[in-house]
């Protein structure tokens, strides 16, 4: 039974259009990510919510916009795609109460993204 | 700000060879550090990490990690290489106001039969 899951695991489109990753997990977590790692295999966290409420946002395009539904969901929208979003989106979750004491992330197998 | 800095993106060692990736830490808080392991095309696991207790840290798959404050050093050890052990290592810190978890930019371990 997967922990942390991400759908779909491949995804290849165009420029232009508008895309979504869906993340879901089964740890009871109240807190979950969104990392990038680009083709250099660096990581960058995007986004993090805890318990529906974002708590981190970084320096992201607006193009992508979080959503958490519930706590154990937290999906990622793309709009208008451009070939400099082509990267590896992690989904994590962890259990913090909205601190980072313990920093154990588990991880989804990632979403690559291919924007032609 | 908090960072690493993984020396040698890139390490290769002999099966049954010690193991030995370099990290150094930037912190202006007592930092939280922590070792994650990648497999090709998987997502990352823990292998260790330190919180301000003990400072040598033992993990998985006899992974080791030792806290050196002096030197801002967090170096991951281990004693004989495995040909299973060959991966992409991060190093991380958090800590402090910050409740985000920063990557170095990895170390691909290589192991030769």
């Known amino acids: 039974d997967t922990a942390v899951s991400q759908t779909p695991k491949y995804l290849v489109t165009q420029m232009g259009n508008d895309k979504s990753i869906k993340c879901e997990q089964n740890l009871g977590h109240d807190t979950m990510y969104w990392y990038k790692q680009d083709s250099k295999k660096f990581l960058k966290i995007m986004f993090s919510?805890?318990?529906?409420?974002?708590?981190i946002n970084e320096t992201v395009p607006n193009r992508f916009s979080p959503k958490s539904p519930d706590k154990a969901h937290l999906n990622l929208h793309i709009n208008s795609l451009e070939l400099g979003d082509s990267a590896v989106y992690f989904c994590?979750?962890?259990?913090?109460?909205?601190?980072?004491?313990?920093?154990?992330?588990?991880f989804g197998e990632g979403s690559r993204l291919t924007v032609l | 700000a908090q960072s690493v800095t993984q020396l040698g993106s890139h390490v290769s060692v002999s099966e049954g060879a010690l193991v030995l990736l370099r990290c150094n830490y930037s912190?202006?808080?007592?930092?939280?550090l922590f070792w994650y392991v990648q497999y090709p095309n998987q997502g990352l696991q823990l292998l260790l990490k330190?919180?301000?207790?003990?400072?040598l840290v033992k993990g998985i798959n006899d992974f080791e990690a030792e806290f050196k404050k002096s030197e801002t050093s967090f170096h991951l050890t281990k004693p004989s290489a495995h040909m299973s052990d060959a991966a992409e290592y991060f190093c991380a810190v958090s800590g402090g106001a910050t409740n985000k978890l920063i990557f170095g930019t990895g170390t691909l371990l290589a192991v030769q039969p």
């Open positions: 912190s202006s808080v007592p930092p939280y």
């Open positions: 994590a979750s962890s259990q913090n109460s909205g601190r980072l004491y313990t920093g154990e992330l588990f």
């Open positions: 919510y805890n318990n529906k409420e974002l708590i």
């Open positions: 330190y919180t301000s207790a003990a400072t």
